[in-house]
């Protein structure tokens, strides 16, 4: 299995590692990570059955989370139900236990201390009484393989106030084909806005801590051209 903040070179793992160290947020013991209070995130992931092998990977970068958080994993099987995405989420969002969620793409991966710096920053907020509903991180491109492409700086999925996102509706119920037009708004997007137009705010941690896989097929950017210069799906 490659791990996309660890190639060859280590370049991005150094990257990431000291955009942590050198921010607001603290690194935790690795050696020693243990719950310290009854505050915990639920992940969900809404599998699609794509591919197995990616839904293993991201699987196992919830499980090598160094977090002093508890943390559970909720993979709703979205296999021939025809659910949309965003009921999908709502689902897992009603079998969640914990205040706090954070949506991860059953082909995509987190790094190992991301839950750990979200939580932090987020709870660091609720004490300020600052209304943010959702603590978002940049995002690392990996190809199909799991190997690095690129950095960016574009802000991606994050953590969420499970209260907040309830007080707004939840995710709004789009089609996949909102993901496939040129026009369309996906559910997260359209969720988004809901919370700004609530008067909601989020905050961007400046480390990628987000693998998001570029691949054929993908729901989110479907169409691309060969070299060709033909479309295809």
């Known amino acids: 299995m490659l791990n996309p903040w660890r190639p060859a070179d280590g370049l ?35 599998s699609s059955g794509r ?17 002093t958080y508890y943390i559970e994993h909720i993979i709703i099987d979205n296999i021939g139900r025809g659910l949309t995405i965003g009921e999908a989420y709502n689902v897992g969002i009603a079998k969640s236990k914990y205040p706090f969620f954070f949506v991860l793409d059953d082909d995509d991966e987190i790094h190992e201390t991301a839950i750990q710096i979200l939580m932090d920053k987020m709870l660091q907020l609720k004490k300020e009484n600052l209304k943010y509903y959702r603590i978002a991180c940049h995002q690392l491109l990996m190809n199909d393989e799991g190997g690095p492409l690129a950095l960016t700086n574009m802000p991606c999925q994050g953590l969420f106030d499970k209260e907040a ?20 708004i996906p559910a997260d997007v359209r969720m988004m806005i809901k919370g700004f137009q609530a ?14 896989r570029i691949h054929r097929g993908q729901a989110s950017f479907p169409i691309q051209k060969s070299t060709d210069g033909k479309v295809y799906e």
């Open 51 to 67: 591919n197995l092998m990616w839904l293993q990977q991201c699987k196992e970068s919830v499980l090598s989370q160094c977090c």
């Open 165 to 184: 996102i309830l007080t707004i509706g939840g995710y709004p119920s789009v089609s996949w084909e909102a993901y496939r037009s040129p026009l369309g």
């Open 199 to 212: 008067g909601l705010q989020q905050a961007i941690i400046p480390a990628h801590l987000y693998a998001y």
């Open 12 to 46: 991005m793992e150094a990257m990431v590692e000291g955009e942590i160290r050198n921010g607001v947020m603290r690194m935790v013991d690795l050696e020693n990570p243990q719950p310290r209070s009854n505050l915990g995130c639920s992940i969900i992931t809404v």
